[in-house]
């Protein structure tokens, strides 16, 4: 559900993803104010970050750095584009081999059917499998490379403080805390 928003805070958010796209050399997101709690995210198929009503009640501080991070996301949209056109044509393709094999079958004998068929639903699941894992990665790799490009823009102090109090609403895993302390650790050297 879209919220009305007072414009003044409106604006506010808008120059604020202004601010951190020109820093980062990218076109402006779009921004939608949503109820729902999940959390503040970047949907790189419409260039549009969500922002919901627990995350706009943040201090301003910690504010400033969830915008800075899913604008950080909107650098990554071609790469992300790139991996849905992937998976779009890699499942296409996997899905036309049955396809293909049962369009060329000489005949109906029930072996020449079911055992490539077999051997088709045993490489979709491994290859489903392979997918999840590597999409799981490319998504933590997402997540780390926007966090430090909020860092960059913040400071890695502010960064930590703002996931560290994200985490207390369950949307931050530990590996990015962990990535942003040791950012803060080396910055300090
Ligand atoms: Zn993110």
């Not at 201090?59 to 996301?73: M, N, T």
């Not at 790139?82 to 890699?90: K, N, P």
């Not at 049962?102 to 051997?119: K, T």
């Not at 109090?165 to 040791?182: C, E, K, N, P, V």
Request: hydrophobic share 50%.
């Amino acid at each position: 559900m879209i919220v009305k928003r007072p414009r003044a805070e409106e604006a506010h958010i808008l120059s604020l993803v202004a601010a951190d796209a020109a820093a980062l050399h990218v076109a402006p997101p779009h921004v939608r104010f949503v109820t729902r709690s999940s959390g503040p995210c970047y949907e790189a198929l419409f260039n549009r970050i969500e922002l919901d009503r627990a995350t706009l009640a943040l201090p301003e501080p910690l504010l400033r750095i969830v915008v800075a991070h899913e604008v950080g996301h909107a650098t990554q949209r071609g790469t992300m584009l790139l991996d849905f056109a992937w998976t779009v044509l890699s499942v296409t393709m996997l899905l036309s081999i049955p396809c293909i094999v049962f369009a060329l079958s000489p005949d109906q004998e029930l072996w020449r059917v079911s055992v490539p068929g077999f051997a088709f639903v045993v490489a979709f699941f491994v290859c489903g499998k392979i997918w999840r894992t590597r999409s799981v990665e490319r998504s933590d790799a997402f997540e780390l490379d926007a966090d430090a490009k909020a860092a960059s823009l913040c400071g890695a102090a502010s960064a930590l403080a703002a996931l560290e109090a994200m985490s207390t609403r369950g949307h931050i895993d530990t590996a990015r805390l962990d990535a942003m302390r040791a950012r803060l650790i080396s910055n300090s050297r």
